[in-house]
């Protein structure tokens, strides 16, 4: 599949990739400003996190350090199985560090839930939350977010690190799918 083929299987862009730069560009500055002379360890949230993640490390001035859990409740479909598994763990002991977990997307809330309270569990000084999407309509477990990018509409989405079968990841905006695309794969 090339990019015409990604392209003609989009409904719609929902959040360009200006938008999502200039957002992120302001969640950093709120994060450099809240953080400030603290010591942070960002945890990325393997895979969906890895383009939110990168764009944002970058656009911070703070000397964070970075780290990786891989957790995945989706699998191939567009609905949550509701059994989180862990697929790597942190590498970091976090007991006593400030911690921000940095997602794509809350969506029923079931993955960042879980997270958070099993973070919780290590006594960290502080875990907090960064996400870029948050469909408000279907969660079904409240969320305390700290920081937040965009309130979206309860549509399945792709791009930016969001995948529908594990493709779509590499679109540098957010968008959904054609109807063709559910069932192929
Ligand atoms: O709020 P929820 O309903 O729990 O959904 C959000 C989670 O679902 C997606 O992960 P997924 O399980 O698809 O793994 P992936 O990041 O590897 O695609 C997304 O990256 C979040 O981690
Ligand atoms: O809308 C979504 N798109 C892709 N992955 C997801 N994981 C939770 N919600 C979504
Ligand atoms: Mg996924």
Request: net charge negative; aromatic share 6%.
């Amino acid at each position: 599949m090339d990019a015409a083929d990604m392209d003609k299987d989009l409904a719609r862009v929902l959040i360009s990739e200006d938008e999502l730069q200039a957002k992120i560009k302001e969640l950093a500055a709120r994060i450099d400003e809240d953080y400030a002379g603290q010591d942070l360890l960002i945890v990325g949230v393997l895979k969906g996190a890895v383009m939110v993640m990168a764009d944002l490390a970058r656009a911070l001035h703070l000397p964070v350090q970075m780290d990786w859990m891989a957790v995945s409740s989706y699998g191939a479909g567009t609905k949550s199985s509701g059994v989180v598994r862990v697929l790597k763990d942190l590498d970091t002991d976090i007991a006593g560090r400030h911690v921000l977990v940095v997602e794509d997307i809350i969506d029923s809330g079931l993955t960042l839930s879980w997270l958070v309270h099993n973070l919780k569990s290590r006594n960290p000084a502080s875990v907090e939350i960064c996400a870029a999407l948050r469909k408000p309509d279907a969660v079904k477990v409240p969320i305390d977010v700290k920081y937040i990018g965009f309130d979206i509409p309860n549509e399945f989405v792709i791009g930016y690190g969001l995948d529908y079968a594990e493709r779509y990841r590499n679109l540098p905006f957010i968008g959904t799918l054609a109807p063709h695309v559910y069932g192929e794969a």
